[in-house]
């Protein structure tokens, strides 16, 4: 089993910062791609940005220049730092890894979700 656990979520003015984490663990051999997405109150989920073992990323274009996405492969945690929030990122925030478990297949695996609300 693979469990994975989202944190930072919270409230914060326009213009603040946050910084979201989502750590795995349990039968990991590895993981390849991670990736953040979020929905809004009334709308689809959307990708937000996401990166290879690698490190090559990519972002949605609401995003590129606020938001960076990295990676510790030797704690299988993915971050999300938010830079210059606006009160439209106010969504709830998931975590999506794609892990390979010590049976050699690779299956996608959610977070719980945490709440992002930008307020003033």
């Known amino acids: 089993q693979v469990q994975l656990v989202e944190s930072g979520g919270g409230l914060v003015q326009p213009g603040g910062s946050l910084r979201l984490s989502c750590a795995a663990s349990?039968?990991?051999?590895?993981?390849?791609?991670m990736a953040w997405y979020r929905q809004a109150p009334g709308k689809e989920r959307e990708l937000v940005a996401a990166?290879?073992?690698?490190?090559?990323?990519n972002y949605a274009d609401s995003v590129k220049g606020r938001f960076t996405i990295s990676r510790d492969n030797a704690k299988n945690i993915v971050f999300l730092s938010m830079n210059s929030l606006k009160p439209e990122d106010t969504a709830v925030y998931y975590c999506?890894?794609?892990?390979?478990?010590?049976?050699?297949?690779?299956?996608?695996?959610w977070g719980q979700g945490t709440q992002v609300t930008v307020s003033s």
């Open positions: 999506n890894l794609e892990v390979v478990t010590y049976d050699l297949r690779s299956r996608p695996y």
């Open positions: 349990g039968s990991i051999f590895s993981i390849n791609a």
């Open positions: 990166i290879t073992r690698g490190g090559s990323t």
